[in-house]
Structures are given as structure tokens and as C-alpha cells.
């Protein structure tokens, strides 16, 4: 009996499992519709190119991450075939043929000619011994390795119940096999093409390999990328935990109690670091001792913890008008601008918050100052990086109303862009 060897190089695996991958994203791709119907936008407002951007954006989104997906799971899928051919070979090689089998004609006893593995996706793989008679009688005998005897299934007629002769035509393309009734006529052919290894030629393999199986390098940026979101994940579900259970105490203490275990950290609106990490957690949220005491004081309002862009601090009117702390406090001092100061416990001044409805000709929104991004090409390169308000036309046109501009010169920078493409 012959050796029949299943376990085969680990790089035919991988081979295979790249056409796996190919096969699937070009079905993604074709898939993909760029045809949007205007009557399907539920947002009359996107126009049908827009849409088609989005759509186009969702789809490489989705490739992006299904390629990503193919390439984290290929060494363990590629492990468990491996192990699954390694384990037919130690099955084939160990079984051994059940004995004193006979013949049902002469009795003889019966010679194992050939093994062989049955497969099956319902049941589990087994081997199968074909014995032949030292007298030729017929028929065969086969038998699992366990001793259970296998034995053909006739095929009847559908309308009379006789057995069916069965004759085979083949002429090296298409193989047909006539099944026919003596009794009543009935008969039926099945044809089956065979195919030939020039049909599994693809000429576009190689590049769309290249397009869809990541590199070693790509995968491992994939994997970074896919952990560092899973643990951002993990972190956001943990503090909406956290933020969960602060709620329900907070019902059973209104006026709100202390958090511990914040040591290293700074408060979330003076901004000042907080060496013992002690805060106070409210309807308003998380801030240190002192601001919590200048709300209670009413030396600011509590709201504006929950509305951010509702209020400067001294350090945003320093970084998004290019102004030294200085010239903000001598506008302070001359009433140019008006200010809300934190004292700590009611002396001196811990921090400053300039609130847009205190000074609402003098500061514009916080909409109209905050940086925008942008992209330019350079060196055949796509880059991405922002820009201050001030370099856009169209923001100094929305901010140049407010008594700030009358106080600081802009100075004019449109061709940013054009410098950084040189």
C-alpha cells in the first residue's frame, strides 16, 4: 500500500490562503456601486458628488479593515490546516487494516490492496481499506479501519425501484454517465467537464495580490493600529463605567462627593496640576477643590465645565491670537476685556476664564478661531497638517467684526500652501 501525504509546505498554505483573500476582496470591489441615485439621499442637503464620496470612503473603509482582518487571521488559520493535514498522515500512517476479513464467494481469506481517506464534512475523517480476493471473486469487500464494513448503495429507479445500469463515455474533455432502466425505459445522463490546469491561469493574481494581501510591514502597522484602538476602546468603555456608577451615587448625594485615585493629573478647567489627585465630581463633572470652591462662591458659573466653547482661558487667547499673557492683562486692567478670576480660596488669583457672553463684541466664537486642517502634495507625497484661523480669508472675514482686530495685526500668509509645495 502507498504512502499518501496530506502535510505539505507551509508556503502552499500561504499561497492558498492569498488566493482566499484576493478571491473575497475582488468581490468587495465588485460589489461596489459609484452610481448614487439623488432620490435616495435622505439628506437633501449632500449633493449626489458628496455622496459619492462618502460612498467611496465607506467602501475603502471597509476593504481597509476586511484585508486588515485577512492578514491577522492567516497565521492561525494557515496553523490550523497545517495541523489538520498532519493529523490525516498520523491517521493514515498508523491505521491498520482489520483482519481475518473472507470473501463472501469462496471464503478465502481477503488481501488489503489499498488504503485510502475518507473525508467528509459531516462526520469525521476515516480510513478505508479496499481487500481483494486471491481468486479475483467479485465483488470487493472495503472496510474502515474499526471493522465496519462499507458496503455501495444501489441506485433505483424513481419509478419502479430497480437497479440502475450504469455506463461511463469519456473523451478526455467531458466525462458522461448514462444511468438506465431495463425494466421501464427510464434514463438519465450526468455530464461532468474536466478541468485543465491552463483554466486556473489568472493573469492578474500577482498585482491584485500586491492590492489586497498585506505585506509583513503593512500587517504589522494594521495590528498597532487595531490594538491601540481596541485598548482606546477599552479605556472609553471603562470610563463610561466609571461614569455610570458616579451617577447613581450622585443621586444619592446631590451636592456631589469626592474622587480619589486622580493623583498626577490636572483639572479639566483651571488647567492646574493636582499633586494629591484629590477631586470633587458634581452635575457638573470633575474639577479640583479650588475651582469647585469658586463655583460654589459664584465666582464662575458651573456650566461652564459641560460648555467649553462657551469661554477663553488665558491660555487659548494667548495661543490662538499669538498674544503674550502680559497684553491680556493690561486689556484686563483697562477694562478692554473682561475677565472671571479664580481665587484660591478666596485669595489672590489661581486661574482666569474670559466668558464670550461678558465680552461678546470684543472675543468671536471659539468656532471662528480654532485651527483648520489641510492637505498639499509635495515630493509626490500627500501630507496633512493645520493652520491658524487667521490664514483663511474667509475666518478673518467672520472674526474681523469683533473689537479684538482692532487691538492685532494680521498679518497676511494665503500662500501657505503654495510655499510648502515649492
Known sequence: MGKTLHLKDRQEYLDRYDRFTVDYCRRIDRSYNDDIDPKSLKDKKITKKEAKQVNKWAHDMQ????????????????????DADRKKDEMYESAEPPENVRCLTCR???????????????????????FECPNKCLPRRAFYANGEEWRSKPDLCPHCDKPLAVTMKDDGKVSTTTYSCAKCKYKRSEDYTWRHKEDDYDENFATDRDKYCL???????????????????????EFQEEEKAKQERLKEEPNGFAVEGHGGSSCSLCGQYNQDGDFWYD????????????????????????????WYSNFDIQNRFNLKSPTIQKWVRQGILKVRTISHYGKGTWSQVFLIKDNEDFLPPKKFTSSRSYSFVKDGKTWHTSAEWYKYADLRKKVEKYKIMNYIKVVEVEKEKEKQND
Do not use: H
Not at 481477503?110 to 479496499?130: A, G, H, V, Y
Not at 505585506?215 to 468603555?237: F, M, V
Not at 477643590?289 to 458659573?301: G, L, N, S, T
Open 108 to 130: 478465502n481469506r481477503l488481501t488489503p490492496i489499498f488504503k485510502e481517506l475518507m473525508s467528509n464534512l459531516d462526520k469525521e475523517d476515516r480510513i478505508l481499506f479496499m
Open 283 to 310: 452635575k457638573w463633572g470633575v474639577k479640583c477643590f479650588v475651582c469647585q470652591r469658586a463655583i460654589d462662591k459664584k465666582e464662575i458659573p458651573g456650566s461652564l465645565m459641560k460648555f467649553r466653547d462657551s
Open 215 to 237: 505585506t509583513e510591514e503593512e500587517g504589522k502597522e494594521y495590528l498597532d493600529a487595531k490594538w491601540s484602538l481596541e485598548g482606546l476602546t477599552k479605556i472609553t468603555k
Open 63 to 82: 476593504l481597509y479593515f476586511e484585508k486588515g482582518e485577512r492578514y491577522a487571521n492567516r497565521d492561525k488559520t494557515v496553523q490550523e490546516w497545517m
